[in-house]
């Protein structure tokens, strides 16, 4: 069932059906704030001195085939997978020792414990924690089985697109229905005539969990009970700068809450914690009114995930000063850990402890068992066991991914290239891999992409669903809030040597269920 | 009152200022589809081959000043004004002499009049016309008396930026609004601290105009009794093409009317008039899919209104192709000659026949007065009389502009400069000039604008209130749908020669009443 519908799937266009909807995109995409900031390396040079033109965000011009069932056991999970990631960033005894663990080979993760530590030492002046979390997810398409739904990752900070992603909807959704009696928009198709993609309320679900620190910080801390706003941090240069103006937006206009962007260089010249105040409220300055200061609720991070942003100790101790303040931080330098690809395997591996029924102690084991089902088995190869030997057997091999343990390192080893690959390392390197069992992207996946720079390309996709979700809680492990809502799906074109002809391409989609 | 005002307006900006509302107002507008395609030739070769870049419209930082009462008396009078060109345009005998006079001066007059006149040889179809207006005014703003409102020009053909005008609103509110217990976005001003723009549904108005026309079009008359739509005929190459995708937007969501868009190039590539059928309905086929035939209510013209348009006699001919058909054209041939500018200088000749009362039966006497009283005097010159007297006596002369009677071609001649002139030409020429009393603009006026390649401007500025109308009438005089709603304020720098430091930007704006 699952391969049929891929196979025929999307239509052909014609050249006219295609320069319509290429048009009907492009303006689109303007007109409704579909839009990221251009590359500047992309265009000639001097084309845009003022940094004052946009382009279309990257799109799918079909929403893309995703199995029904995988996408409703994903929204019904994600609550769950909210808790868990709370848990364990409260459980620092078991978090801390997956961290210690992985300090002598990833300096990244070592950094941002050593962050945590100090702070600790001093001691922290905020409890709450918030999350705003993507977990990412493929559905495993295989003739033998109903497709099955596995999870890629879990975001734990600066998770992406929630912004656009119903924007993408929109779009898809007007294509399909803005003539009466059957869209003319595209060729006729059985997927294209009975649906539209289901309702995205991501910006709601993000906003809402950011209004809801705000409210739970309480009353001012600062002795000149000085206003209260939400702040985020991002980097100078984001492109992808209006996904975040659609949280920005939401907050101001419907909750009626002052924010602020701030770039993450400017972190010490707009905001201070007065020294003289034990409870370190966090207070920004807005360079354009200096003398209206206001008092940070939240800190709500875009910036700070990856390593390459940290390009000097200065950058560390902006991050330590954001940490030790009372601002609720969005997320936590524990929470940011919590996500990192080595619990995942820990969580993941199918043999040892079983971590996920005594870190969620009041769930019933049968909501437990539907969350282990979306993990693909994972595999430490730090020591003999059955991690090593799947690897190392050609035939085994074949089955599985072998992936980096640094985060934002490196690139994937696949199938049969797994146990020379590792035979040509010295076996004290192997714990710095973890092997996973591959999920099986439906292999006649197609869709046509349209990219910033308005080139076009049809080809063979692999797509991932995301679904938003947002916790509120505190350092005993109280939950205070936790919702979900709202889905991304990100399509991207397959590697050459998978047999596609589009790589190169990541876009923004929208899901079609069957 | 008026004076002080504008003296102290608007406040000055530190460089820290200017950077926030250059940055929040460049992001705002692509996140909100204020923007416009950029100028091809503006960007360096090859920096946009597929034509996927768009910019922030020009707009100024700040609301401008304008005085309530003309506002409020604009508004009062748009309906009124729809009647006037109605009238006119149904009066062919009125309006004929006018248009023949000035066919031997204006090529472009007379081949429009030509269109009508084989157009009605032949027997028009349709007997409904509809327009969409603005009529444009400035404020005349003198140390002697009130602000008074003066009519700039009454546009009958192509009226735009009611897409636009209301997301500037928009924009100046979130920047006077966003904080709460004031907003720290501006500096501190009485102006910027009481009051925001009034509403503006431009956007409604003109949609309901075409919807209107739409349902009175009535049944389908071709023989396969297609589906009907809406047609906008459009410049290839549009840069302004997110006004017109607003209205767009609203039928096809809204109004639930399948609305399509063609080149004006590709009239007769994409639509027909069955020969067969006396009812000549116009038949459109989307390129995209050319077997999905829909019948066309009505031609909106966001095109063929300009000289430079008709580049040869197959343009014509796709103009009368529009015009001898059953749709209902927005504008007629006829209606879009009623706003020609010697029309308006009739209209407003102090002396002679009194045309108001005598077109305006039904209308009484105190509002007919309004309506003379935003009338700024013009004369003809073609003879002996008062406005070649004004004209060359050089104290009268510095009241008055002199500006050519040809539709979209040349200069103004300002003040002094007229009697001189006027005496180089030969008197047999002096006919194709208007003599019209000037318009007073607040000479201190100024404001900041956003260009659209980013950069920055202050300086004296002018600026002009434009009030949207939509009308639905029949040929023997009777209306059937008359409505106002919306207003547009365009902001322009003066001319250097008149001491502005600020020539060559004109950029959408917004009102703060006083």
Request: aromatic share 10%; glycine share 6%.
């Amino acid at each position: 069932m699952a391969e049929t519908i891929y196979a025929n799937y999307p239509p052909q266009l014609s050249p006219e059906q295609q320069e319509f909807l290429v048009a009907f995109t492009k303006d689109w995409a303007i007109q409704n704030g579909l839009a990221v900031r251009p590359n500047p390396a992309l265009l000639p040079e001097g084309a845009d001195a003022n940094h004052v033109l946009a382009t279309t965000a990257p799109v799918t011009l079909f929403p893309s085939p995703f199995p029904k069932a995988c996408f409703e056991e994903a929204q019904a999970l994600q609550t769950l997978y909210n808790q868990l990631y709370a848990t364990i960033t409260s459980n620092q005894e078991w978090l801390g020792k997956i961290i210690e663990d992985l300090t002598d080979v990833d300096e990244f993760v070592a950094n941002l414990w050593q962050t945590h530590l100090a702070v600790q030492k001093e001691g922290y002046v905020q409890n709450l924690s918030l999350g705003l979390f993507r977990s990412d997810y493929m559905a495993d398409v295989t003739p033998t089985h109903d497709p099955a739904l596995k999870q890629v990752e879990f975001n734990t900070i600066s998770a992406s697109f929630g912004g656009l992603s119903d924007r993408v909807r929109s779009l898809h959704t007007e294509l399909l229905t803005s003539s009466p009696g059957g869209s003319i928009n595209y060729p006729s198709h059985p997927l294209l005539e009975s649906q539209t993609p289901p309702a995205n309320n991501a910006v709601e679900t993000l906003s809402n969990g950011l209004a809801v620190a705000h409210e739970a910080y309480g009353q001012p801390k600062s002795s000149a009970a000085l206003p209260l706003c939400i702040l985020f941090v991002v980097q100078e240069g984001e492109r992808n700068v209006f996904d975040q103006l659609a949280l920005f937006k939401r907050l101001t206009t419907f909750h009626k809450i002052p924010v602020f962007r701030i770039y993450s260089n400017k972190i010490f010249d707009q905001t201070s914690i007065p020294s003289s105040n034990p409870s370190r409220p966090l207070v920004y300055y807005p360079p354009h009114s200096p003398s209206s200061a206001f008092e940070v609720t939240t800190v709500y991070l875009r910036a700070y995930y990856s390593p390459d942003e940290y390009k000097s100790p200065r950058d560390w101790e902006a991050r330590t000063h954001l940490e030790r303040s009372a601002a609720i931080k969005c997320p936590t330098v524990l929470n940011q850990l919590s996500g990192c690809k080595k619990v995942q395997q820990i969580l993941a591996q199918p043999t040892g402890p079983d971590h996920l029924s005594s870190l969620l102690k009041d769930v019933d084991a049968a909501r437990i068992s539907r969350l282990r089902e979306t993990f693909a088995p994972q595999y430490d190869l730090s020591a003999s066991g059955q991690g090593r030997d799947l690897a190392l057997n050609p035939e085994t091999a074949m089955k599985h991914v072998l992936k980096p343990q640094r985060e934002g390192g490196g690139n994937n080893i696949y199938k049969s290239e797994i146990p020379d690959f590792l035979k040509s390392l010295p076996e004290s390197d192997w714990k710095s891999w973890v092997l996973m069992e591959i999920i099986n992207p439906a292999p006649n996946a197609e869709n046509v992409a349209l990219r910033v720079d308005g080139e076009v390309l049809r080809g063979n996709v692999i797509s991932e669903l995301g679904i938003y979700g947002t916790i509120l809680w505190d350092n005993t492990g109280k939950i205070h809030y936790n919702d979900q809502g709202g889905w991304l799906l990100r399509t991207k074109g397959k590697e050459v040597n998978e047999g596609g002809v589009a790589a190169g391409f990541s876009s923004l989609d929208s899901v079609l269920l069957f």
